[in-house]
């Protein structure tokens, strides 16, 4: 069972250069999130998808977009990166509400340079 | 606003010595606290969940206990491979929202 599985591993970007983080996950979880983590601060919630077809801003969405492919897909987009988003992303999945326990995969390392 | 403080922010123990990390945390309405551990390079894994006050919960070397006001987890005994950051995060019922701590790294020597 391969869980929440998120691509690239790492990624490095020039200021102004756009992509997309993918995440998927096998678990037939309704809600899926985008978190960053950076140092020193906790985990950030940028969106969160509570199921199929919706998504909704989290704490820190500037600069992002995210689009919920199926129930199995969340990704993340940066349009136009900047050195602010140098962080490391996680993606996450619950079976329902965000008071219960998340997966995580295993994270996306970027620089914006 | 919610807040979850972690303390210390990083814990060194010889293998063998029991030790606790406390998570403190101001919320509106707990609907839950949670526990997770990190690894280097790795996203959180979730550890406990505890809901209401007085409750507890094990797991092999870990006890994670609640109060109205903190919660802590206690390591019995560490081993080396228990080494890793621990991440307290918060639930609010009020507000629906998560909130997490920074995180306390561990480092237990063989």
């Known amino acids: 069972n391969a869980g929440v599985t998120q691509t690239p591993k790492f990624q490095v970007l020039k200021t102004g250069q756009s992509m997309t983080l993918q995440c998927a996950q096998d678990m037939n979880h309704n809600s899926m999130y985008w978190y960053r983590q950076d140092p020193g601060m906790g985990l950030r919630l940028i969106y969160y998808?509570?199921?199929?077809?919706?998504?909704d801003k989290g704490e820190v969405p500037n600069g992002y977009n995210v689009s919920r492919l199926n129930k199995r897909e969340f990704s993340l987009r940066l349009e136009s990166a900047a050195p602010s988003q140098t962080s490391v992303y996680f993606c996450?999945?619950?079976?329902?509400?965000?008071?219960?326990?998340?997966?995580f995969g295993s994270g996306t390392q970027l620089s914006v340079l | 606003e919610d807040q979850v403080t972690q303390s210390p922010e990083a814990l060194r123990l010889q293998e063998g010595e029991s030790s606790s990390l406390n998570c403190s945390y101001t919320?509106?309405?707990?609907?839950?606290l949670f526990w997770y551990r990190q690894d280097p390079g790795k996203g959180p894994e979730f550890l406990f969940t505890l809901y209401s006050a007085g409750e507890e919960k094990e797991k092999e070397r870990l006890k994670a206990t609640l109060t109205k006001k903190e919660s802590f987890l206690h390591i019995t005994a560490p081993k080396p491979e228990d080494s890793a950051t621990y991440l307290c995060a918060v639930y609010s019922g009020a507000n629906s929202k998560l909130t997490f701590g920074k995180g306390i790294t561990l480092s237990v020597r063989p």
């Open positions: 919320v509106s309405g707990l609907r839950g």
């Open positions: 998808s509570a199921s199929e077809g919706t998504t």
């Open positions: 996450a999945s619950s079976g329902g509400q965000m008071n219960e326990k998340l997966f």
